[in-house]
């Protein structure tokens, strides 16, 4: 069973409109969560992390965890074109989900 | 730029060829990690490094892998009769001692190897 799942999309969402990426870890003692972006052909770069239940926003940006059913999101509000990214989901010691493709179309 | 550079940027190889590659971390970084990315995964990660201590390393690495970091400062990273499998992108990576979560990428050094 992989540790971090998520699914490779892609999520194809307009511009404007809300983008809801999913992460699920087996790992219930986890304690740390965060999602990295990665452009094509760069290297995944940090955007949020939360510790606790409930949800963190940072911006156009919402991180939501939930330990109990082991799960966590990423919500990119008013999505831009330039958002159009693979987005990691990653836990504790950075082990990463496979990441799943971003594709925000005008 | 992040601060952290790798070289070489690519490398290609023959199978059974050693190839080894280096890491400048951030210098005020004392945590380096090594990954390998493929097409369509997440970076898979290999090892870590605190200062100069080898803290941990993947179960799935083979023996065929080292790495090195003298002096707490740069590291390496070594396959030894590398073997088509082994193409792929290897990231460096690092983080401040107070807060792990945050890692900044080198670009990254594509292994190819034919």
């Known amino acids: 069973q992989k540790e971090v799942e998520q699914n490779s999309g892609p999520l194809s969402v307009p511009e404007g409109a809300i983008a809801s990426l999913n992460c699920t870890y087996s790992?219930?003692?986890?304690?740390?969560f965060f999602w990295y972006r990665q452009y094509s052909g760069k290297s995944p770069e940090l955007i949020m992390f939360i510790y606790s239940n409930g949800d963190k926003e940072d911006g156009r940006f919402t991180a939501q965890l939930n330990k109990a059913s082991q799960y966590v999101s990423l919500l990119i509000r008013d999505s831009q074109p330039s958002d159009s990214a693979t987005y990691l989901c990653a836990v504790d010691k950075l082990i990463f989900g496979t990441g799943t493709r971003l594709q925000v179309f005008p | 730029d992040t601060g952290v550079s790798q070289d070489p940027r690519h490398k290609i190889t023959k199978r059974g060829q050693n190839v080894t590659f280096r890491c400048d971390p951030i210098s005020e970084h004392n945590r380096l990690y090594w990954y390998r990315q493929t097409l369509g995964q997440g970076p898979e990660f290999l090892t870590y490094?605190?200062?100069?201590?080898?803290?941990?390393k993947s179960r799935l690495l083979s023996d065929r892998f080292s790495a090195e970091r003298p002096k707490g400062s740069f590291s390496t990273l070594e396959i030894q009769r590398t073997e088509q499998g082994d193409s792929a992108m290897y990231l460096c990576a690092n983080s401040q001692q107070g807060f792990a979560g945050e890692l900044f990428f080198g670009e990254g050094s594509r292994l190819t190897v034919l």
């Open positions: 490094f605190q200062n100069e201590a080898q803290l941990e």
């Open positions: 790992d219930r003692g986890s304690q740390s």
